[in-house]
């Protein structure tokens, strides 16, 4: 991985902390996947003798670099655990960020099941603030554009469109999501020709670059669009508060890098949006 450019991508914590903005400091907050903690700590700051934050990191090795960050701060409790395995009367402010998409990518029915029902369970005030990708509207995830490439993004496109993990039509349907996705795209010279929601998938992926393509097309960042997630908290009873697309400040940096994007007649068309980020709250 790219120093420079995991660097640079954390300059997201800018959006990230957006969803500071919703944070009720008069509850303890958990913060679920955490990573390494670039989010955890500022909220340890903000949150120093008002409430506990609870740093949610499963993966062993990365939860001893978490460790590591947030030990100064006596507010912050580092957890080795799944987030399924935290139960609490209380209500919570319940922060995930780039982390729906991984639950939603490695699923079957009995862990859909699992992560609606832990949701559903929160106590009425608990704040549900969610940071990740986004899937174009349902009015243009299916329009064909291209993205015209550099001779390296093209070779890296061909890999991901080789590799990615798809939905399969044998894994259970998650309402509002829909399954069995099929990757229908063709290349003219240099270009990509694919459905938006394809083409978007295949930019924010590449980025990453040569030695993280294994990983990164096993996941499916833009699962979800802004209305999914709407849809599925009012369901199991959120009310929202927030809901916003935006451009992930990293992307506008690396995004122009891979090649340009163009619709059907040829004309240049602005970079999408990658990121959404919303917060609701239990009624």
Not at 148 to 156: D, E
């Amino acid at each position: 991985m790219d120093t420079k450019y995991t660097n640079i991508m954390e300059q997201g914590i800018n959006d990230k902390s957006i969803l500071k903005q919703f944070l009720n400091y008069n509850m303890d907050i958990i913060d679920v996947g955490c990573s390494t903690g670039a989010l955890t700590f500022e909220m340890g700051m903000e949150a120093y003798s008002k409430c506990v934050v609870r740093a949610v990191e499963p993966d062993k090795e990365t939860f001893e670099v978490l460790k590591t960050n947030v030990e100064t701060f006596s507010n912050v409790i580092p957890m080795n655990n799944r987030f399924d395995e935290l139960h609490y009367n209380e209500p919570h402010n319940i922060v995930l960020s780039s982390v729906f998409h991984h639950m939603l990518t490695f699923r079957n029915e009995a862990t859909w099941n699992n992560i609606r029902k832990w949701f559903k369970d929160w106590k009425k005030g608990t704040r549900v603030l969610i940071r990740d990708g986004v899937r174009p509207s349902p009015r243009r995830a299916n329009e064909v554009i291209g993205v015209v490439c550099t001779p390296q993004s093209l070779k890296l496109a061909k890999r991901f469109l080789k590799e990615f993990y798809i939905i399969r039509p044998d894994l259970p349907t998650i309402p509002h999501i829909g399954i069995g996705y099929s990757i229908d795209y063709h290349i003219e010279g240099c270009t990509v020709w694919a459905e938006r929601w394809l083409i978007t998938e295949l930019m924010l992926t590449i980025t990453w670059g040569e030695d993280s393509m294994k990983r990164e097309c096993q996941e499916w960042y833009t699962i979800m669009g802004i209305e999914d997630y709407l849809d599925i908290f009012r369901d199991i009873g959120y009310k929202v508060l927030y809901a916003e697309s935006i451009i992930q400040p990293g992307y506008q940096i690396f995004l122009p890098k891979l090649g340009k994007l163009i619709n059907k007649t040829g004309y240049e068309i602005p970079l999408p949006f990658t990121n959404l980020i919303c917060a609701f709250e239990k009624e």
